[in-house]
T-cell receptor, first 110, second 117 residues
Framework: DQQVKQNSPSLSVQEGRISILNCDYT??????FLWYKKYPAEGPTFLIS?????DKNEDGRFTVFLNKSAKHLSLHIVPSQPGDSAVYFC?????????FGQGTRLTINP | GAGVSQSPSNKVTEKGKDVELRCDPI?????LYWYRQSLGQGLEFLIY????????KSGLPSDRFSAERTGGSVSTLTIQRTQQEDSAVYLC???????????????FGPGTRLTVL
């Protein structure tokens, strides 16, 4: 029973363009959502989060959108840079535990 | 300040042996989590410690897995009689919590890559 799903295992984007990573969830009780970025041989690094009472949160080049009716969130990165190449995980929580998606490998092409 | 540290970074063991993995959380963080990531998979929750409360062990896959957190700081994850399916990266995370805090930003260590031959 996968409560958080990232249906695209990989995404390739040209440098300077917008990267859009998607995530779907099934549990309507989740009240907080996060995106993490992971480089090889490193632990995940927190990127940006959003509370369920909001529909958008922005931090520099990164924006997270939440559509509660569709149980969908997305991460927009613009403009995309080579250093953004990594695996991105979305996560959802209610209470103390995080439930992670399977990850999307983002590759930024020069 | 120092982040979450884990040791060893890599561990290769033979099937049937016991292993201990260590996590040093960020100083002052009251919550500590263990996850594992199998090849090509997302992070799977294992266990959660919060202060002096009883740990939430709901994610431990079998009774071969156990964890302790001594003095509210360092934690060890022990896997007894390891099996090949235990091969994964084991990640530790910590978080500061206090009454009224909201959100769940956890800070992760680099992980321990466990290989069971």
């Amino acid at each position: 029973d996968q409560q958080v799903k990232q249906n695209s295992p990989s995404l390739s984007v040209q440098e300077g363009r917008i990267s859009i990573l998607n995530c779907d969830y099934t549990n309507s009780m989740f009240d907080y959502f996060l995106w993490y970025k992971k480089y090889p041989a490193e632990g995940p690094t927190f990127l940006i989060s959003i509370s369920s009472i909001k529909d958008k949160n922005e931090d520099g080049r990164f924006t997270v959108f939440l559509n509660k009716s569709a149980k969908h969130l997305s991460l927009h990165i613009v403009p995309s840079q080579p250093g953004d190449s990594a695996v991105y995980f979305c996560a959802a929580s209610r209470g103390q535990k995080l439930v992670f998606g399977q990850g999307t490998r983002l590759t930024i092409n020069p | 300040g120092a982040g979450v540290s884990q040791s060893p970074s890599n561990k290769v063991t033979e099937k049937g042996k016991d292993v201990e993995l260590r996590c040093d959380p960020i100083s002052g963080h009251t919550a500590l989590y263990w996850y594992r990531q199998s090849l090509g998979q997302g992070l799977e929750f294992l266990i959660y410690f919060q202060g002096n409360s009883a740990p939430d062990k709901s994610g431990l896959p079998s009774d071969r897995f156990s964890a302790e957190r001594t003095g509210g700081s360092v934690s060890t994850l022990t896997i007894q009689r390891t099996q090949q399916e235990d091969s994964a990266v084991y990640l530790c995370a910590s978080r500061f919590t206090s009454p009224g805090t909201f959100g769940n930003e956890q800070f992760f260590g680099p992980g321990t890559r466990l290989t069971v031959l």
